[in-house]
């Protein structure tokens, strides 16, 4: 738009543009190898969970099955005493065992961590907040029980447990065992079976109340539940309709909840958790029918699943990777199968959802991956009781897209606020609405290339191509989006935060939630940008010739002029309109 001096062209030529071109990719494809993390720890017996302690790089906790929780220093892991022992009151029958650990989001300045395990019989999950005299090497603890569930057989326990971003804490359970879920334990929201239950546990006097209920949770004013049957619908639950959430995680800017559900015998899939949310099983086994043969009820389909075949049957939830180590795998959700040992990335296939792409077929048992204090991936080889590590090896090379704005040559080097000389800028008639979010937008074409298009009027961008686009909220600079087609042919989406006095961007990897004001906003992860920019699309959305078909006032001419015309006028297009 503009009311700039109307003349029949924006622009008399075509600006030669040599510096905002789309590299190479990085070198040849990544190799995944798997090495033991810390070849001179002991073994552990059966490993069920690994993890750190929040920003302690320091050292590794490692739950046994058993019942023994054992820690151990990375500059000495020969050494792994015992930290926790609850090998005395675990029943450890068929899936049983020391499954969860959770850590006070305040810890070691408040020296509480918050278990799950399995005990008693017949047996019943116990969740403890433990109390710890001395965070290096406890001796005295109190452990207060605080939610117990009745197990009806000793499968399907779940057991994982983390604190949310929120505070509260997050339990897992599984539909209680056995074949086909044969009580609907998962549908049945007066159990606390086959859910993701979401309590308050910080700071709530013991022992009464116990936890809290926090406010949003579906059912949150009814009654507690007990261990088994209830009156009404659970206050504790937060999603419902999973069969065994073995292993889940929170990716930490986003808040999002991935959990990996365990199938029976057809499917395994990848859930992202909403509040509220109903997963389907046992009327959905992933995205087929389940055995139950309920009809469809408003379930949430999971965001990938995989069917049981070489030895794929049962899934291992992983983390969204945001590390250093591993450029390549940056805001993918990573996961695995216990039985097959496979890990893979989900990938974006192109059409709005994902593929699981293969990184490694290993012969491990993986019983539970972890995100290190270092942003890199582990996991637990459950048969042979070690800890190996996700590491890259060969190919690669340097991320080709540059981590300032400034230096990627699409914008004004002295002045990164401005588009370099070389970028056309366009608009589009029907712009897509971004958070109430101005934008401009500029496009760059190597050399001589032109745009084609089809005959949807769809345009096609020759390879090397870059499309711009900035985002400003009360005027103020947020993001700005580079969409390039690589040489390869191929498309990828790379995104750069403004700082809060508008003068540099620098690059954001694996999508990013700010404050900007009162506003919150949220930066896309690199699949997330293909998730929209998908090849039925045609990869672009706004460039096409209806969108295009409207005046614009060009700033380095002043004048209003058709876009198309000034497009053809400086022979830009391929084909004449």
Not at 7 to 32: K, M, Q, W, Y
Not at 46 to 72: C, E, H, N, Y
Not at 107 to 125: L, R
Request: a negative charge; proline letters at 8%; aromatic letters at 10%.
């Amino acid at each position: 738009g503009g009311s700039g001096t109307p003349g029949p062209f924006g622009l008399e030529d075509r600006p030669v543009n040599f510096t905002c071109l789309a590299p190479d990719r990085s070198g040849a494809p990544v190799t995944i190898t798997t090495p033991d993390a810390f070849p001179a720890a002991p073994d552990f017996s059966q490993p069920t969970k690994i993890l750190q302690a929040p920003g302690d790089g320091s050292r590794w906790f490692v739950l046994q099955k058993g019942g023994r929780l054992r820690v151990f220093d990375t500059g000495n892991p020969a050494a792994a005493p015992t930290w926790l022992d609850f090998s005395s009151v675990v029943n450890t029958s068929s899936e049983g065992g020391l499954l969860g650990l959770a850590f006070h989001p305040d810890y070691p300045a408040v020296p509480e961590v918050y278990v799950s395990y399995t005990t008693g019989s017949p047996m019943v999950s116990r969740i403890s907040r433990v109390i710890l005299d001395d965070v290096d090497a406890p001796v005295a603890t109190t452990e207060q029980v605080l939610l117990t569930v009745a197990q009806p057989y000793d499968n399907h326990n779940g057991g994982d447990i983390a604190f949310g971003a929120d505070g509260h804490l997050y339990v897992g359970f599984g539909d209680g065992g056995s074949a086909n879920d044969p009580f609907g334990h998962a549908q049945n929201n007066t159990r606390l079976l086959g859910k993701m239950l979401r309590i308050d546990v910080l700071g709530v006097p013991y022992p009464a109340p116990g936890y809290q209920i926090p406010a949003g949770n579906p059912f949150a004013a009814n009654p507690k539940c007990g261990p088994a049957a209830n009156a009404a619908a659970c206050p504790e639950i937060h999603a419902s309709g999973l069969r065994n959430p073995w292993r889940w995680s929170f990716d930490e800017p986003t808040g999002e909840l991935w959990l990996g559900d365990v199938g029976q015998g057809s499917r395994e899939e990848v859930n992202r958790i909403e509040a509220g949310g109903n997963y389907g099983w046992d009327c959905r086994e992933g995205t087929i029918a389940g055995p139950s043969g309920c009809g469809p009820g408003g379930f949430i389909e999971p965001v990938s699943d995989y069917p049981h075949a070489n030895g794929d049957v049962s899934i291992t939830g992983g983390y969204v990777y945001r590390g250093d180590g591993l450029p390549t795998l940056r805001g993918r959700y990573v996961f695995g199968d216990f039985s097959s040992g496979r890990i893979w990335a989900l990938a974006d296939d192109g059409q709005g959802g994902f593929d699981n792409e293969e990184l490694v077929n290993t012969p491990y048992n993986i019983s539970a991956f972890a995100l290190g204090a270092d942003g890199e991936l582990y996991f637990a080889d459950y048969g042979n009781g070690r800890i190996r590590r996700l590491l890259a090896s060969g190919g690669g090379g340097p991320d080709p897209v540059p981590p300032d704005l400034a230096d990627t040559g699409c914008v004004d080097a002295s002045d990164p606020t401005q588009p370099a000389a070389g970028l056309i800028p366009y608009t589009v008639n029907a712009p897509f609405w971004s958070d109430g979010a101005a934008k401009e937008r500029h496009l760059a074409l190597p050399g001589g290339a032109r745009i084609s298009r089809t005959a949807s009027g769809d345009l096609t961008f020759p390879a090397g191509s870059v499309l711009m686009k900035s985002f400003r909220l009360a005027g103020q600079l947020v993001e700005t989006r580079l969409l390039m087609r690589h040489p390869d042919g191929g498309w990828a989406g790379y995104t750069y935060q403004w700082n809060d006095a508008g003068t540099a961007a620098t690059r954001v990897t694996g999508g990013l939630i700010r404050q900007v004001a009162s506003q919150t906003w949220i930066y896309p992860t690199e699949d997330e940008c293909l998730q929209c920019h998908t090849a039925v699309a045609g990869r672009t959305l706004g460039p096409e010739l209806a969108q295009l078909n409207g005046s614009l006032t060009y700033a380095t001419t002043g004048i209003t002029a058709n876009q198309l015309a000034t497009l053809e006028h400086i022979d830009v297009l391929a084909e004449a309109l």
